[in-house]
C-alpha cells in the first residue's frame, strides 16, 4: 500500500520430515557403530582411503602392540610393522590386505603376516577386511584382526611332538593313538590304518572303533 501497509504475503513450505528423519536415523547409525567399534572385544581397525589408520579400538590396540595415537601416525605399510609373510619372506605393500582390496574392492578373509611390536615381539596375525565405498569408490576400509601367534604355535608343536612319536613307535615296532577328550576325536598314525586294513577316514572316533570290535 502506498502508505507502506502490508496487503498480503507469500509463503513457502517445503516438508523436510523426510530428511530430519534419514538425517536423525544416520546419526543414530553412527552412534551405534561407534558404541561397537569402542566395545567390541574383537581387535577392528579403520583405514582411511589413502591407506592411514584413523580408528583403532582398544582390542586392536593391545594386538598391534602400540597406542592409538601411535596407530593413526602409520600407514597400512609402514616400515615400523616389519611386515613378513608366514614364512618369513618380505610381504611388498602391494600384496598387503589394504592394496589388495583398495584395488579390487573386494573383501578378503584370513589373511596371515608376522608384525613386530615396538619392543620387538614377533606377532602371527590373521586379517579380515572389506570396502567401505561411496558412489562406487573407495572411502574406508574395515578391518579385524586375530592374534594367531599362540595357536600357531602349539599346532607346530603338537606336529612335532606326533611325528617324534610316529618315529618312535615305528622304529619300535609299536601302535598307538591319540585322542582328544575334548572333540572325541582320534588319530592314528598310518602303521594302525595299515593294521586294521581300512581307510582314514572309518577311524576318527570311538564309535567307528568299536563298530569293528567282534563282540565276543
Known amino acids: 500500500a502506498p502508505d507502506g501497509r502490508a496487503l498480503r504475503m507469500v509463503g513457502l513450505n517445503i516438508d523436510v520430515s523426510a530428511e530430519r528423519l534419514k538425517s536423525e536415523e544416520i546419526i ?5 557403530l561407534e558404541a561397537v567399534f569402542k566395545t567390541s572385544t574383537s581387535a577392528i581397525t579403520v583405514l582411511d582411503k ?20 601411535e596407530a593413526t601416525e602409520r600407514t597400512y605399510d609402514d616400515p615400523l610393522w616389519r611386515i613378513e609373510a608366514p614364512d618369513g619372506s618380505p610381504l611388498p605393500s602391494e600384496q598387503l590386505p589394504f592394496a589388495r582390496i583398495a584395488r579390487t574392492l573386494q573383501s578378503i578373509r584370513d589373511f596371515e603376516m608376522f608384525i613386530r611390536w615396538p619392543n620387538g615381539n614377533r606377532r602371527l596375525l590373521s586379517i ?13 576400509v574395515v578391518f579385524t584382526i586375530t592374534d594367531i601367534t599362540e595357536a600357531r604355535q602349539r599346532e607346530e608343536e603338537r ?7 610316529s618315529l618312535s613307535a615305528r622304529l619300535a ?4 593313538w ?6 572325541d576325536a582320534l588319530a ?16 576318527t572316533n570311538w564309535k567307528q572303533v568299536f563298530a569293528l570290535v567282534d563282540p565276543e
Request: proline share 3%; glycine share 8%.
Open 50 to 69: 589413502s591407506g592411514r589408520l584413523v580408528m583403532v579400538n582398544d582390542a586392536a590396540q593391545s594386538i598391534l602392540g602400540i597406542t592409538a595415537r
Open 159 to 165: 606336529l612335532v611332538r606326533e611325528t617324534n612319536l
Open 178 to 183: 591319540v585322542w582328544d577328550l575334548e572333540t
Open 128 to 140: 579380515s577386511g572389506a570396502p567401505i565405498l561411496a558412489d562406487g569408490a573407495l572411502n574406508a
Open 28 to 32: 543414530h547409525q553412527r552412534e551405534l
Open 188 to 203: 592314528w598314525p598310518d602303521t594302525v590304518h595299515h593294521l586294521f586294513g581300512i581307510s582314514r577316514s572309518r577311524l
Open 173 to 176: 615296532g609299536l601302535y598307538y
